[in-house]
């Protein structure tokens, strides 16, 4: 398996031969070494790579991955697989603030704990949380799931337009216009699925759905006169 | 942006390395704050005794007689050890407030106060500000720097960090204050100073009045959460202590990390790559309102 040292390779280095073998190499598999919290480790992949860093990474690890499996042994700093399309990426530890933010697809598995924000603006990636998350988590969120198996911070699901949210645990406050809704078969369907994916030990009927209320959002035209 | 970096020795025998393991934390936050670079050390205790830390422009001319001078305005022995710019005066601790006077009157800047802490910061790229006062051959029982990219106030030396507003007490801070005039005033009200525009320094100085009001450090630091407006992570030391608080909103990072033998804070996880320990230890991110502190 090639090993990308990075206390021997500069970062850009690191990251044109990721970005390549993935163009080039299908299903290789990379290993990269002493990241030491360093930033924009392993991103902008694009292709079936499968990349494992055995460390700690900083700010925007694992950005704009598309196809490729990126696992950090270690914990994430901010921003980690920021505006994801697709693929997957795996945090052992924690992540820090933003995680998976605007994300398009793609499956983010947390097995710790993610901070604030967690899933803000996300656009159809799936994020399963192991822990707990923090503050603000899925503001403005559009669609994709997001699981929690822990507890979720103050004002989950901001100004939320059509994601889903799974918590296992207590939510501290809801934001403006997200709600609590009736878990349907087919969200136990979606969520035991998402479970299954990210190796979770859980039960999907432990969890609630909070959604939107489509107050905020959708334009009613018997509120016209509001205006 | 600014990086921060602290250390809380739980343990004596790292104490020699204290000032060689907060420089290389300090050198990696550079890129987070290259404009100046500061640091507060709390070493040696002068039993009985008082060190102030003072800083000069011209520092081959200001320092050459100051010993003399000064233990003669005081009317005791004082001591001057010149480190670069700065120099550490030890006098009788009951001789401060004519020290002060005096060391104010020729126009010299006073950076810290205190029986065991000593205040070294400047213009400069952190590699370069600890060369020069010698960081790294410091030791002491806790310490704290920070790098700075200035927004609020003028890249100068009085507006580095750490700032210092009582003694043996510190601060330094990311983020920025936008109620700092209006908290100025009111600590003007009760007879609480400060030296320069810096929102730092008022927030120093609000620490410094709560505890001087009878407040702990826990219970100071506390009340910036709802008397501070603005985005702020707060590292803090006392001579005993060390503390941490992040606004509600929390943007400005912050990550902790603990083993048996310290307490270690940083802006970004680069800052702990080195230190002993560091893939066993317990590492967190600090939540939004709430008091962290460690008491010896």
């Given at each position: 398996?090639?090993?990308?040292?990075?206390?021997?390779?500069?970062l850009?280095?690191?990251n044109?031969?990721?970005q390549q073998?993935?163009?080039s190499?299908?299903?290789?598999?990379?290993?990269?070494?002493?990241?030491?919290?360093s930033?924009?480790?392993?991103v902008?992949?694009?292709?079936?790579?499968?990349?494992?860093?055995k460390?700690?990474t900083?700010?925007?690890?694992?950005?704009?991955?598309?196809?490729?499996?990126?696992?950090?042994?270690?914990s994430?700093?901010?921003g980690?697989?920021?505006?994801?399309?697709?693929g997957?990426?795996?945090?052992?530890?924690?992540?820090?603030?933003?995680a998976?933010?605007?994300g398009?697809?793609?499956?983010?598995?947390?097995?710790?704990?993610?901070s604030?924000?967690c899933?803000?603006?996300?656009?159809?990636?799936?994020?399963?949380v192991?822990?707990n998350?923090?503050?603000?988590?899925?503001?403005?969120a559009?669609k994709?799931?997001?699981?929690?198996l822990?507890d979720?911070g103050?004002?989950?699901?901001?100004?939320?337009?059509?994601?889903?949210?799974?918590?296992?645990?207590?939510?501290k406050?809801?934001?403006a216009?997200?709600?609590e809704?009736?878990?349907?078969?087919?969200?136990?369907?979606?969520?035991?699925d998402l479970?299954?994916?990210a190796?979770?030990?859980a039960k999907?009927?432990?969890?609630?759905?909070?959604?939107?209320?489509?107050r905020?959002?959708n334009?009613n035209?018997?509120?016209?006169d509001?205006? | 942006?600014?990086?921060?970096?602290?250390l809380f020795?739980k343990?004596?025998?790292?104490?020699?390395?204290l000032g060689?393991?907060?420089?290389?934390?300090?050198?990696?936050?550079?890129?987070?704050?290259?404009?100046?670079?500061?640091?507060a050390?709390?070493?040696?205790?002068?039993v009985?005794?008082?060190k102030?830390?003072?800083?000069?422009d011209?520092p081959?001319?200001?320092?050459?007689?100051?010993?003399?001078?000064?233990?003669?305005?005081?009317?005791?022995p004082a001591?001057?050890?010149p480190?670069?710019?700065?120099?550490?005066?030890?006098?009788?601790?009951?001789?401060?407030a004519?020290?002060?006077?005096?060391?104010?009157?020729?126009?010299?800047?006073?950076?810290?106060v205190?029986?065991?802490?000593?205040?070294?910061?400047?213009?400069?790229?952190?590699?370069?500000?600890?060369?020069?006062?010698?960081?790294?051959?410091?030791?002491?029982?806790?310490g704290i720097?920070?790098?700075r990219?200035?927004?609020e106030?003028?890249?100068?030396?009085?507006?580095?960090?750490?700032?210092?507003?009582?003694?043996?007490q510190?601060?330094v801070?990311?983020g920025?204050?936008?109620?700092?005039?209006?908290m100025?005033r009111?600590?003007?009200?009760?007879g609480?100073?400060?030296k320069?525009?810096?929102?730092t320094e008022?927030?120093?100085?609000?620490?410094?009045?709560r505890?001087?009001d009878?407040?702990t450090?826990?219970?100071?630091?506390e009340g910036?959460?709802?008397?501070?407006d603005?985005?702020?992570?707060?590292?803090?030391?006392?001579?005993n202590g060390?503390?941490?608080?992040?606004?509600p909103?929390?943007?400005k990072?912050?990550v902790?990390?603990?083993?048996?033998?310290?307490?270690a804070f940083a802006?970004?996880?680069?800052?702990?790559a080195?230190?002993?320990?560091?893939?066993?230890?317990?590492?967190?991110?600090?939540?939004?309102?709430?008091?962290?502190f460690?008491e010896?």
């Amino acid at each position: 398996m090639p090993t990308l040292d990075m206390s021997t390779t500069p970062l850009r280095e690191v990251n044109v031969t990721l970005q390549q073998a993935a163009k080039s190499q299908a299903n290789a598999v990379y290993e990269i070494t002493n990241p030491r919290g360093s930033h924009a480790v392993a991103v902008g992949l694009d292709g079936p790579l499968s990349v494992t860093v055995k460390g700690s990474t900083g700010y925007y690890c694992a950005g704009m991955n598309k196809t490729a499996t990126i696992r950090v042994e270690g914990s994430a700093g901010p921003g980690v697989a920021e505006n994801m399309m697709s693929g997957e990426v795996v945090i052992e530890g924690d992540a820090s603030q933003y995680a998976g933010a605007t994300g398009r697809g793609g499956l983010l598995n947390i097995k710790g704990n993610a901070s604030s924000r967690c899933g803000i603006s996300m656009k159809g990636i799936d994020i399963v949380v192991h822990g707990n998350i923090g503050h603000m988590s899925a503001f403005m969120a559009q669609k994709g799931n997001l699981v929690v198996l822990g507890d979720a911070g103050d004002a989950l699901g901001d100004s939320l337009y059509e994601a889903r949210l799974f918590v296992r645990g207590t939510v501290k406050s809801l934001g403006a216009d997200c709600v609590e809704k009736e878990m349907r078969p087919e969200h136990i369907e979606i969520l035991q699925d998402l479970l299954d994916r990210a190796g979770a030990d859980a039960k999907p009927e432990e969890f609630k759905r909070y959604g939107s209320a489509r107050r905020l959002y959708n334009f009613n035209i018997d509120h016209a006169d509001e205006y | 942006m600014c990086g921060i970096v602290g250390l809380f020795l739980k343990k004596d025998d790292l104490r020699p390395k204290l000032g060689d393991m907060l420089t290389d934390m300090l050198i990696t936050m550079t890129d987070r704050g290259p404009d100046s670079a500061g640091i507060a050390i709390y070493g040696e205790e002068a039993v009985g005794q008082i060190k102030i830390t003072i800083q000069s422009d011209t520092p081959d001319t200001d320092f050459a007689d100051l010993e003399q001078a000064l233990s003669a305005a005081i009317d005791a022995p004082a001591s001057v050890k010149p480190v670069d710019t700065h120099a550490v005066l030890v006098l009788p601790v009951e001789k401060e407030a004519a020290a002060v006077e005096f060391l104010e009157g020729k126009g010299l800047r006073i950076m810290g106060v205190g029986t065991s802490m000593e205040i070294y910061k400047e213009v400069g790229l952190p590699r370069e500000v600890a060369a020069r006062f010698g960081l790294r051959a410091m030791g002491g029982s806790h310490g704290i720097g920070h790098t700075r990219m200035a927004t609020e106030s003028a890249v100068t030396t009085m507006g580095a960090h750490p700032f210092s507003t009582a003694d043996d007490q510190c601060l330094v801070h990311n983020g920025s204050l936008s109620n700092h005039n209006q908290m100025r005033r009111k600590l003007a009200k009760k007879g609480v100073f400060t030296k320069s525009e810096n929102d730092t320094e008022v927030g120093a100085a609000y620490i410094s009045s709560r505890i001087a009001d009878g407040a702990t450090l826990g219970q100071a630091l506390e009340g910036t959460i709802d008397d501070l407006d603005g985005f702020f992570t707060f590292v803090t030391g006392t001579k005993n202590g060390f503390g941490v608080v992040r606004d509600p909103i929390a943007c400005k990072p912050a990550v902790m990390a603990e083993t048996d033998d310290y307490v270690a804070f940083a802006s970004e996880y680069r800052a702990f790559a080195d230190l002993p320990g560091i893939d066993a230890a317990k590492v967190w991110e600090p939540e939004p309102a709430t008091v962290y502190f460690w008491e010896r």
